[in-house]
């Protein structure tokens, strides 16, 4: 992507660069415009995304339409790039792109960065109506938990455990109870990325979900805390592993953690 620096440099809203996270006054990509979706497009207290007149107004102000090739990063090894993928996807944007190992590797290579806002024209951006098969709510986990439905808790090994109610090192609210949704398959988000920041390949991603009973035919669910990083795996089962049926618990652990007599698991509930 670097040899196309001088497009994304551009007023051009054919191709837009977007830093999906609230460190882009630190220094980004040159061309690159902020959408900050956790301070910005998710309520993440009350466990919801951006509606659709609210996503069309918040895209369309930083000179993105419908016809747009969105390349999105982040920092996080692209936690917050996955999440914003997923909900372009959810509003069925046609031509979104991650940039695969985000502002990590972009730095770590060496390429420029820059302090400097580039000049954007608003557009009129007309989103479709959403893609439920790709967002999982509340009462879909209820109806999993009957039902041969994969649940994928992506979250770390302290959160699925019960020992935290929060993730570690991140500022985000904390959920009444810890533990995990029964009966749920636990894959770390991290397990999915390699030392570079990067999605480790094909064949290694396909063994490490068959390894848990994870295959492409089974309808699957993933969550974490707010949404963040299951996009992470929602984005290699759905897009690089071309899974049937996969979907994005956003509510995730804000919420289920917070439901009185929700159903949940954890390593300390007997002590």
């Known amino acids: 992507m670097e040899d196309r620096l001088s497009e994304f440099e551009q007023d051009d809203p054919e191709l837009r660069l977007v830093e999906a996270d609230a460190e882009y006054d630190q220094g980004h990509i040159p061309g690159a415009i902020q959408v900050d979706i956790l301070g910005d497009l998710v309520d993440v207290d009350g466990?919801?995304?951006a509606d659709k007149r609210c996503f069309e107004k918040y895209v369309g102000a930083r000179g993105i339409t419908q016809e747009s090739t969105v390349v999105i990063y982040s920092t996080h090894h692209n936690q917050y790039a996955a999440y914003l993928y997923w909900l372009f996807k959810y509003y069925r944007h046609t031509d979104v792109r991650l940039l695969d190992g985000g502002k990590q590797r972009?730095?770590?290579?060496?390429y420029p960065m820059t302090t400097e806002e580039p000049e954007i024209t608003p557009q009129e951006y007309s989103a479709h109506a959403p893609d439920e098969r790709i967002r999982a709510y509340r009462a879909d986990i209820e109806t999993a938990l009957a039902q041969d439905v994969a649940i994928v808790d992506v979250r770390s090994s302290p959160e699925y455990h019960g020992d935290i109610t929060q993730p570690p090192n991140k500022d985000l609210p904390e959920a009444r109870t810890a533990g995990h949704i029964p009966g749920t398959i636990h894959i770390t988000w991290s397990e999915v990325i390699d030392e570079n920041g990067q999605f480790k390949d094909q064949s290694t991603l396909e063994q490490?979900?068959?390894?848990?009973?994870?295959?492409p035919e089974t309808e699957t669910i993933v969550y974490c805390h707010v949404g963040e990083r299951s996009s992470i795996v929602w984005f290699v089962l759905s897009e690089l592993l071309e899974y049937q049926i996969v979907s994005n618990y956003d509510g995730s652990w804000i919420e289920w953690g917070n439901l009185i007599n929700a159903p949940v698991e954890s390593d300390t509930e007997e002590s």
């Open 208 to 215: 490490l979900f068959r390894n848990h009973g994870s295959t």
């Open 106 to 110: 972009w730095t770590e290579s060496g």
């Open 47 to 49: 466990c919801g995304v």
